[in-house]
């Protein structure tokens, strides 16, 4: 059965059936190419080759093997061969993004992926976040700023998707306001093991409550000390998520 606010959407045609709402002055946005997007606690920049090896000090090598278990990926742990990811990335159709926190250092890398214009869809992926920038309010930001900017250019839909065993992915894509919208079982095959795929949504519709609960969360008067004194999952409570 329909979301009750999917029902509420619907009309009846001349046949007496049911279809979606109509889209007036509906045009494809533009690709969601980011340029720098600076935040109070982050820096958002496009990926180029001169990264490779902020980055693979940051989120390569034997020691950070843990982050890629989730990706398409093995780790890479040696910096020529991170060049080549790198690379990889660049030739790729997304937009590549590196994240850069309040200190200045290039510590994630994410994509704008499977970027569909003429339905208003984009997909936050590929997301790999260094040990010094996972669960701080830089990396919360990073992930508010791309939504900002997508939502900004007129799309209508910003996906997560992740192996649906990847329990902080999925806390994440919930706690920034996403609604998970089923598992696609049996989904991929990734490095040799069989994958379902835990599917999130936050559509134009939600962005409005999110946004806000976002902006309160991020704002100064929610600091103390270095410390949030409301969470985020309250504050989008509040607004109705």
């Known amino acids: 059965m329909l979301p009750a606010s999917c029902r509420d959407e619907t009309r009846t045609n001349e046949h007496d059936q049911q279809i979606g709402p109509a889209v007036p002055g509906w045009g494809p946005p533009p690709r969601p190419e980011t340029g720098t997007i600076t935040g109070d606690h982050c820096t958002l920049e496009p990926l180029t080759s001169a990264h490779a090896d902020e980055l693979f000090t940051e989120v390569g090598g034997q020691h950070n093997a843990s982050l890629w278990t989730w990706l398409g990926q093995e780790p890479v742990t040696r910096v020529a061969p991170f ?23 290039a510590c994630g890398i994410l994509s ?6 003429v339905n208003g869809c984009v997909e936050i992926g590929s997301v790999l976040l260094g040990p010094r920038l996972q669960r701080t309010t830089a990396a919360t930001e990073a992930m508010s700023l791309l939504a900002r900017h997508v939502f900004d250019l007129g799309y209508r839909r910003c996906e997560w998707k992740c192996d649906a065993l990847n329990a902080p992915s999925r806390r994440a894509a919930e706690r920034l306001g996403f609604t998970y919208e089923g598992t696609f079982r049996r989904h991929v095959v990734t490095k040799g093991r069989s994958r379902d795929t835990a599917w999130f949504a936050m559509v134009v519709d939600d962005w ?17 000390a270095g410390v949030h004194r409301r969470p985020l999952v309250d504050l989008l409570a509040e607004a109705g998520g």
Do not use: K
């Not at 080549?84 to 250092?105: F, K, M, N, W």
């Not at 409005?208 to 103390?224: G, Q």
């Open 112 to 117: 704008l992926m499977r970027i569909d214009p």
């Open 208 to 224: 409005p409550r999110i946004r806000a609960a976002h902006d309160a969360w991020l704002a100064p008067d929610n600091f103390h």
């Open 83 to 105: 060049a080549q990811y790198v690379a990889g990335r660049l030739d790729a159709d997304t937009v590549e993004v590196v994240v850069r926190d309040d200190d200045g250092v």
